[in-house]
């Protein structure tokens, strides 16, 4: 089988795939257009985020067989007509499951004990005691919205810590010993903390609203290490400016290219979220640690030879 490796990732991927007898070719820098040109000399593509596999890319990789994505998001394929023409696509949430849930932990210890805020300003000359005491983890409901991969490495962690965990899925009959699974309603009446771990999809763009923030009966911390198109921004600064929201921590923000590799856009809404005390903002590297590279890449091969050897 012929491979086109489309972005840079872990060197076992192609290390293991050659010792399998695959062909692989690496195109890190084409245009979309120059790959649409030859993607139909290829069985497989091996990618990340830097070109979209829309309708057209799809329909003119008539050799198809996978597309394999290093990482748990899909939105950069148009799965409906891949499915359609028979691709199977794959891709490595066990990768990075860990690494996203030691980030959504790692932020809300930050934020909520004052951690970079009190560090800086020591750093600075400044000491303040009564101005930086913290918020405890110990005790708080914290509220899963997606018990996937991520969800359920998160509510792992969030045990460990002596909260309760609750969660929503569309999937029925997902409680275990980390966590319940609740109603949205009563996910809403009951969380100190919310975190996203949800695809991006026509159902939950924009998930996070007006509406959707007013409806939750506590002040609240909020966490999104899913995709920032889940959450409407203009109002989730209003929220953390009326003190609804408490504090943001955000992986992922609604302006970001694409390809995850920088913002595309400017307003105030951003520079407020830049700018606040009550946010912690990281450039969408919740799954992205020394040790998930690795375990994401070996995840796609451990399934590629599976399916395909």
Same mark, same amino acid.
């Given at each position: 089988?012929?491979?086109?490796?489309?972005?840079?990732?872990?060197?076992?991927?192609?290390?293991?795939?050659?010792?399998?007898?695959?062909?692989?070719?690496?195109?890190?820098?084409?245009?979309?257009?120059?790959?649409?040109?030859?993607?139909? +000399?290829?069985?497989?593509?091996?990618?990340? =985020?830097?070109?979209?596999?829309? !309708?057209?890319?799809?329909?003119?990789?008539?050799?198809?067989?996978?597309?394999?994505?290093?990482?748990?998001?899909?939105? +950069?394929?148009?799965?409906?007509?891949?499915?359609?023409?028979?691709?199977?696509?794959?891709?490595?949430?066990?990768?990075?499951?860990?690494?996203?849930?030691?980030?959504?932990?790692?932020? %809300?210890?930050?934020?909520?004990?004052?951690?970079?805020?009190?560090?800086?300003?020591?750093? +600075?000359?400044?000491?303040?005691?009564?101005?930086?005491?913290?918020?405890? %983890?110990?005790?708080?409901?914290?509220?899963?919205?997606?018990?996937?991969?991520?969800?359920?490495?998160?509510?792992?962690?969030? =045990?460990?810590?002596?909260?309760?965990?609750?969660?929503?899925?569309?999937?029925?009959?997902?409680?275990?010993?980390?966590?319940?699974?609740?109603?949205?309603?009563? %996910?809403?009446?009951?969380?100190?903390?919310? =975190?996203?771990?949800?695809?991006?999809?026509?159902?939950?763009?924009?998930?996070?609203?007006? !509406?959707?923030?007013?409806?939750?009966? !506590?002040?609240?911390?909020?966490?999104?290490?899913?995709?920032?198109?889940?959450?409407?921004?203009?109002?989730?600064?209003?929220?953390? !400016? =009326?003190?609804?929201?408490?504090?943001?921590?955000?992986?992922?923000?609604?302006?970001?290219?694409?390809?995850?590799?920088?913002?595309?856009?400017? +307003?105030?809404?951003?520079?407020?979220?830049?700018?606040?005390?009550?946010?912690?903002?990281?450039?969408?590297?919740?799954?992205?640690?020394?040790?998930?590279?690795?375990?994401?890449?070996?995840?796609?091969?451990?399934?590629?030879?599976?399916?395909?050897?």
């Amino acid at each position: 089988m012929k491979i086109l490796l489309l972005d840079k990732n872990h060197p076992l991927i192609t290390e293991q795939l050659l010792a399998k007898n695959f062909v692989l070719e690496e195109d890190f820098t084409s245009s979309y257009d120059e790959v649409c040109h030859k993607i139909e +000399n290829y069985d497989g593509v091996i990618i990340r =985020s830097r070109i979209p596999l829309d !309708k057209n890319f799809l329909e003119k990789g008539k050799s198809l067989k996978f597309i394999a994505r290093v990482g748990a998001g899909m939105e +950069n394929i148009d799965i409906p007509v891949a499915e359609k023409l028979g691709i199977q696509l794959i891709n490595s949430p066990e990768g990075n499951r860990d690494s996203v849930a030691e980030h959504v932990v790692g932020m %809300l210890l930050i934020l909520m004990n004052r951690l970079f805020i009190a560090s800086q300003e020591v750093k +600075n000359g400044i000491w303040l005691r009564e101005e930086n005491r913290g918020d405890e %983890l110990l005790g708080k409901t914290v509220g899963l919205i997606g018990y996937g991969n991520m969800g359920k490495a998160t509510a792992k962690r969030f =045990s460990g810590f002596g909260c309760k965990v609750i969660f929503h899925d569309i999937l029925p009959g997902l409680s275990d010993d980390y966590a319940s699974q609740v109603s949205l309603d009563e %996910l809403k009446k009951s969380a100190d903390i919310l =975190s996203l771990h949800i695809p991006l999809t026509s159902e939950t763009n924009y998930l996070v609203n007006e !509406k959707f923030i007013s409806e939750m009966k !506590k002040d609240f911390y909020f966490v999104n290490t899913a995709r920032g198109k889940n959450v409407e921004t203009k109002y989730l600064v209003e929220a953390l !400016k =009326s003190g609804k929201i408490k504090g943001a921590c955000l992986d992922v923000l609604e302006y970001e290219k694409a390809s995850f590799e920088n913002l595309e856009t400017e +307003n105030e809404d951003l520079k407020y979220l830049l700018e606040s005390e009550k946010t912690i903002v990281t450039p969408h590297i919740a799954g992205w640690t020394h040790q998930s590279k690795e375990k994401l890449a070996q995840v796609i091969v451990d399934k590629i030879i599976a399916s395909y050897c």
